[in-house]
T-cell receptor, first 113, second 113 residues
Framework: DAGITQSPRHKVTETGTPVTLRCHQTENHRYMYWYRQDPGHGLRLIHYSYGVKDTDKGEVSDGYSVSRSKTEDFLLTLESATSSQTSVYFC????????????FGEGSWLTVV | GENVEQHPSTLSVQEGDSAVIKCTYSDSASNYFPWYKQELGKRPQLIIDIRSNVGEKKDQRIAVTLNKTAKHFSLHITETQPEDSAVYFCAADQSGSARQLTFGSGTQLTVLP
């Protein structure tokens, strides 16, 4: 599973507070992705990275920012958490070429109260 | 961007019967189509994938077919077993540098003993 570690795995936070989720990978994969999973919506892409300091927005990026200062780490920040951001967040990575397998981390359960 | 539609959203079959899940996609430039299985509380895991230069691929009881002209692909599970019960997601990659995946909304498969 590409040695992907997400932290924290579970978090409860209050509306309006900032939250950072961390994804750490040990396989030197070039591409990293953050998805959120909600009932009835499958997995939706928030942001992705195609290299150190190279990131771009996905389909549901509003209210989220990301950073990738090292190959192995991809951080997702909720600048001011809202109840609509209560979700399960999955990090995913891919080695490089088109058609390479995308591997998922174990997920981070976030509840905003 | 890419749009992936998946049907049915729920599927119940008797143990030993076959199950078929269908997906359509919109981006004619997509050329990689994976299927993921997700058990409750776990990460999505790749079970089979197909690339656009192939029409069908099999792996034991699982097969995937692709019709690029019609822009649809299907997952076939034969001789279903209770451990096949899970949520299944289809996906298609998007054109662009990161070839990120767009997912269908998922199918809850229940295999009845």
């Amino acid at each position: 599973d590409a040695g992907i570690t997400q932290s924290p795995r579970h978090k409860v936070t209050e509306t309006g507070t900032p939250v950072t989720l961390r994804c750490h990978q040990t396989e030197n994969h070039r591409y990293m992705y953050w998805y959120r999973q909600d009932p009835g919506h499958g997995l939706r892409l928030i942001h992705y990275s195609y290299g150190v300091k190279d990131t771009d927005k996905g389909e549901v990026s509003d209210g989220y920012s990301v950073s990738r200062s090292k190959t192995e780490d991809f951080l997702l920040t909720l600048e001011s958490a809202t109840s609509s951001q209560t979700s399960v967040y999955f990090c995913a990575t891919k080695l490089g070429a088109a058609g390479d397998t995308i591997y998922f981390g174990e997920g981070s359960w976030l509840t905003v109260v | 961007g890419e749009n992936v539609e998946q049907h049915p959203s729920t599927l119940s079959v008797q143990e030993g019967d076959s199950a078929v899940i269908k997906c359509t996609y919109s981006d004619s430039a997509s050329n990689y189509f994976p299927w993921y299985k997700q058990e409750l509380g776990k990460r999505p895991q790749l079970i089979i994938d197909i690339r656009s230069n192939v029409g069908e691929k099999k792996d034991q009881r699982i097969a995937v077919t692709l019709n690029k002209t019609a822009k649809h692909f299907s997952l076939h599970i034969t001789e279903t077993q209770p451990e096949d019960s899970a949520v299944y997601f289809c996906a298609a990659d998007q054109s662009g540098s990161a070839r990120q995946l767009t997912f269908g909304s998922g199918t809850q498969l229940t295999v009845l003993p």
